[in-house]
């Protein structure tokens, strides 16, 4: 068990001080029937038979001499049969009440009594036992997922659990308050061997779990200031299809039927990208006859074979890591390889490298917007090896989707997409060059297939699926939002970015 270090200022009584500690140990474990606060003199042993109420045992333990064992003495003469002391190894034990008291009150009023004419020490070091241990039930965590309609389900100590509902939180009754002890318990039930070990020597895991008949997850556990934290990232067995997902079918099938090159699906976390990625793969498992492999860590949504042929690795146990298995995969005959994220150099440049060897890879990537996205890979490398990457991205580079998940009239969220496709000079152009005002320029051309955020919140303004309030929220040019309800609103002209540019040459 944890002990921690408390400071309680000049308290007027052990009682005062099992209360502040009561309220320490309840945000770092949970709640406790028994509480052991300890100095460099006295020892205060707090007891309760439940989980709620005040404490109404208690014990003094001490090495008492002179005055404070005088005290004791006294006390006990004073409040006869309703306290006692004892000594025990050495120990001075005061209880107040003992066991046998006539009356409990009258007991804990001669604790009271001893602690004013005693002085008691400022600091101590505390620690809770006998706290909650019935186990959690990840079935019922489940259950609630799915009623609440829930993406996510935080467990902490000292308070039920938190459900994840349209992006914000809130506490559920579905569960009391939980403790550190029961948490634990499920992190050693559900966790597999390497990943309990990786947890008890590093202080974080992250692996997936299934409950059968209700979903998958996408757990992470650590430790918070002593005591677990534990994650649950809903998803159900069944993919969401695009319409389930309200994201335009036609838009992600023309991806679908992509033979080669780099698609990208970015955005913040929490922003529905694996979930995009996931219906993308089922649409294509279920119409192509291909070798689809993927490489996560964890495996998340499971697929099984349709008409293609699924392999899923998960880092960690089937292969040491994205690098290793992106490089190895080009040996396994795969037409479409799913990246979960890029996320360091070697897994970019191997990605990278796979695309352009007539391979479909498919990946995530952090980013606000999709024209960001070329200097946010760049940014991964050496400044010596920047126009190189520039160049094999221009290449490869198929279509980045970025996507934020915005509030909806009547509840919950719909997404709403940014698309950049590499199809036109321009964006071409301006890829090889890292000018992401080139590409927010070019992807406004009619030409291009491309649209931002805008012309989408825009769209769904006009449907009277989001508020305007939150279009503007969600918007990246509140400016270029606007003019398009006005009706003023046209497409800059790429020679004026041109220009702008060389006047600044001019300047500099």
Known sequence: MAEFILGVGRQKGAREIIATAEKELIEKEGVPRKIVARSAALEIIAEREALEGPFTSYRLRAHAKGHALEMMQKVVADFEGDCSLTDEDGWNILRCPCP??????????????????????????????????????????????????????????????????????????????????????????????????????????????????????????????????????????????????????????????????????????????????????????????????????????????????MSQRNTGTDTPSFFDAVTGALRHDPDVIVIGEMRDPDTIRSAISAAATGHLVISTLHSNTAYEVINRIVSFFDPVERDLVKLQIRDCLRCVICQRLVPKIGGGRLPALEVMFNDIKPINDAILDGDTDGIRVGMQQTVSHSFLFENYLYGMYKKKEISLENAHFWCTDASILDQMIMGTYSVPRLDSIKAAKAAGTRTS
């Open 100 to 309: 046998d008291a006539k009356d409990p009150d009258r007991g804990l009023e001669a604790l009271d009594e001893y602690c004013k004419l005693v002085s008691l020490p400022e600091v101590w070091k505390i620690h809770g036992e006998k706290h909650r241990i019935e186990p959690i039930s990840p079935e019922l965590l489940f259950k609630a997922l799915i009623e609440y309609k829930a993406s996510d389900v935080h467990l902490c100590a000292g308070q039920p659990p938190v459900f994840r509902v349209d992006g914000e939180t809130h506490v559920s009754d579905v569960l009391p308050s939980l403790s550190a002890t029961q948490i634990m318990a499920l992190i050693r039930d559900i966790a597999p061997e390497k990943d309990w070990k990786e947890f008890t020597e590093r202080q974080q895991a992250s692996f997936s779990y299934h409950q059968a008949g209700l979903g998958y997850s996408r757990v992470s556990c650590f430790i918070k200031a002593g005591a677990p934290h534990l994650t649950f990232r809903y998803l159900p067995e069944i993919i969401p299809s695009f319409e389930d997902l309200h994201i335009p079918p036609d838009l992600m099938e023309s991806l679908a039927h992509m033979h080669h090159g780099l698609i990208l699906l970015v955005g913040m976390t929490g922003s529905g990208k694996s979930t995009t990625v996931a219906a993308l793969v089922d649409y294509i498992n279920t119409h192509n006859t291909s070798h689809i492999l993927t490489i996560e860590n964890p495996v998340e949504y499971v697929h099984h074979d349709k008409k293609s042929l």
